[in-house]
T-cell receptor, first 112, second 114 residues
Framework: AQSVTQLDSQVPVFEEAPVELRCNYSSSVSVYLFWYVQYPNQGLQLLLKYLSGSTLVKGINGFEAEFNKSQTSFHLRKPSVHISDTAEYFCAVSEDTDKLIFGTGTRLQVFP | DAGITQSPRHKVTETGTPVTLRCHQTENHRYMYWYRQDPGHGLRLIHYSYGVKDTDKGEVSDGYSVSRSKTEDFLLTLESATSSQTSVYFC?????????????FGPGTRLTVL
């Protein structure tokens, strides 16, 4: 069965610092991987996705993620965060996009 | 926002009462989903639909039913609401026709069961 683990429930960081949000998954077959962002009192917005091809995926707002099959990871990174990046970030996995399995989320708090 | 609206956006109800949440889309997408979001659990799939009158259960379907009588509307019903169903409910659509297409989410409905 598929599962997703987001290792950090909260990540505090100062503005302009780099950040990495960790995501590990388990699956017995090939998967598709997604990162969504949720700003306060809003729905989820797709940040980026890995379907196939290059393992380095670039998304919106300067975020990128790297798919590492051997480590079953899909960590999200940004070289320099802004106050506006404060939000909750969800990693999700799917063997087909009919059913997404979400992690429990990581709350990114950016301080000035 | 992929043309998805949810109604109501907020609702407070009492234990034992029936509740129906509506998801409406304007872009004729075939696949629609209902999730609930709870602290410490992320989002969990309740039910989904792959066409008019075609629905299937998700991970947490107990206590919920759905209906889809037309492409644009996907209804989620709590026949007899319980306090454990207090949550934020999100509707999603899958854009496109192939399995690699992406799910897009509505703005959510915050439901409180007293």
């Amino acid at each position: 069965a598929q599962s997703v683990t987001q290792l950090d429930s909260q990540v505090p960081v100062f503005e302009e610092a780099p950040v990495e949000l960790r995501c590990n998954y388990s699956s017995s077959v090939s998967v598709y991987l997604f990162w969504y962002v949720q700003y306060p009192n809003q729905g989820l917005q797709l940040l980026l996705k890995y379907l196939s091809g290059s393992t380095l995926v670039k998304g919106i707002n300067g975020f990128e993620a790297e798919f590492n099959k051997s480590q079953t990871s899909f960590h999200l990174r940004k070289p320099s965060v802004h106050i506006s990046d404060t939000a909750e970030y969800f990693c999700a996995v799917s063997e087909d996009t009919d059913k997404l399995i979400f992690g429990t989320g990581t709350r990114l708090q950016v301080f000035p | 926002d992929a043309g998805i609206t949810q109604s109501p956006r907020h609702k407070v109800t009492e234990t034992g009462t029936p509740v129906t949440l509506r998801c409406h889309q304007t872009e004729n997408h075939r696949y629609m989903y209902w999730y609930r979001q709870d602290p410490g659990h992320g989002l969990r799939l309740i039910h989904y639909s792959y066409g008019v009158k075609d629905t299937d259960k998700g991970e947490v379907s107990d206590g919920y039913s759905v209906s889809r009588s037309k492409t644009e509307d996907f209804l989620l019903t709590l026949e007899s609401a319980t306090s454990s169903q207090t949550s934020v409910y999100f509707c999603a659509i899958r854009a496109g026709q192939i399995s690699t297409d992406t799910q897009y989410f509505g703005p959510g409905t915050r439901l409180t069961v007293l």
